[in-house]
């Protein structure tokens, strides 16, 4: 992963987020929507949006901008970090 990437892994990993690394997303990583816990992070059905009609926690957002990052949904189960 490049440098800027691994900053953001290990900030969002400290926060409690399910990070990892995801071997086709070309050096950058994923976030699971399905690993235990995941719930309080991101939630793809929009009867179960937590956070003001957001389907992401405001926390993990906030913490990929700080890096120039943002998450989108690959599938309901993944997202995936992308340079802003």
């Not at 086709?24 to 992070?41: C, K, R």
């Not at 926690?57 to 700080?66: G, H, V």
Request: charged fraction near 20%.
């Amino acid at each position: 992963m490049q440098r800027i990437y691994i900053k953001a892994f290990n900030a969002l990993k400290k926060l409690g987020v399910p990070v990892y690394e995801h071997g086709d997303d070309n050096g950058n990583f994923s976030i699971s929507a399905e690993a235990s816990g995941a719930d309080q992070w991101a939630n793809y059905y929009d009867g179960y949006l937590l956070w003001n009609g957001e389907s992401t926690n405001p926390a993990l957002d906030s913490t990929l901008r700080q890096f120039g990052l943002y998450a989108e949904w690959v599938n309901p189960g993944r997202l995936a970090v992308y340079p802003a």
